[in-house]
């Protein structure tokens, strides 16, 4: 089972910049793919950003030049947040897959992000 740990959440003014960070601990042979998740009050969950072992990024659309997000090392993923929009708000989820293929099948508690207008 693994556990994941997200910090760096918060309140930033559009424009501003936040620092996700997520680190896994736990019982598990090897995480292929971290990720980031999003949702907006009253949305679905939506991914906004994947690395995988090798270091191949994916972003959502909405996010694509703003974001990047990075992996310290098997265990550790950040996603840098910079010109924030108001719609940027809402709970971040880390999430990890146990498995080559890649799917989510771990969770984290989710941060609370916040950007003002």
């Known amino acids: 089972q693994v556990l994941l740990e997200e910090s760096g959440g918060g309140v930033a003014q559009a424009g501003g910049s936040l620092r996700l960070s997520c680190v896994a601990s736990?019982?598990?042979?090897?995480?292929?793919?971290m990720s980031w998740y999003r949702q907006a009050p009253g949305q679905e969950r939506e991914l906004v950003a994947s690395v995988t072992g090798g270091g191949l990024t994916n972003y959502v659309a909405s996010v694509k030049g703003r974001f990047i997000i990075s992996r310290d090392n098997f265990t550790k993923a950040s996603l840098q947040m910079n010109s924030l929009k108001p719609e940027d708000t809402g709970v971040y989820y880390c999430?990890?897959?146990?498995?080559?293929?890649?799917?989510?099948?771990?969770w984290g508690q989710g941060i609370q992000v916040t950007v003002s207008s």
């Open positions: 999430g990890c897959s146990t498995h080559p293929n890649g799917i989510t099948d771990n």
């Open positions: 736990g019982t598990f042979f090897r995480i292929s793919t």
